[in-house]
């Protein structure tokens, strides 16, 4: 997958998918903008032939909000096909229904920050403790 994998219609329909988000998908982006949970997130990103919801490049992290259309079978099945094409390219794929966004924002954006966890840069690693006698003696 590379970065530039770009046309002028995607950039297009990227645009007109940012401008049209829903509510649910507004209330879940007031919460990951601007790196609140500590890495940058996009919103309706182009990968490959799919505009994900939501993408963390830090984390290789898409997070996808499903709608009543997800409930059917043929919405389930290009779920399915969708999540394999995405999890082929390395990414790991977090699906929120959008009633959980409106009824647990926070379960739901806790749940993200927790997946974005290992990928944070100011994360401070456990300190190497000194083997036993490896200490220094004081002077006097």
């Not at 309706?44 to 490049?57: L, N, S, T």
């Not at 390219?89 to 959980?100: A, D, M, Q, S, Y």
Request: aromatic share 10%; with cysteine; proline share 5%.
């Amino acid at each position: 997958m590379t970065r530039f994998d770009r046309t002028r219609a995607k950039t297009e329909r990227a645009r007109q998918l940012r401008r049209d988000m829903t509510g649910v998908e507004k209330k879940l982006w007031s919460r990951l903008t601007n790196a609140q949970l500590g890495v940058s997130f996009r919103r309706q990103h182009p990968i490959g032939p799919y505009f994900v919801d939501f993408y963390c490049a830090t984390a290789r992290l898409v997070v996808e909000l499903d709608g009543d259309q997800h409930g059917f079978d043929a919405g389930l099945a290009a779920d399915v096909r969708r999540t394999a094409f995405l999890s082929s390219k390395g990414l790991r794929v977090l699906r929120f229904w959008n009633n959980e966004v409106v009824t647990n924002i926070d379960g739901v954006v806790e749940t993200i920050w927790l997946a974005v966890q290992p990928f944070l840069s100011n994360s401070t690693p456990t300190p190497t403790l000194p083997l036993a006698g490896g200490g220094s003696e004081p002077v006097d």
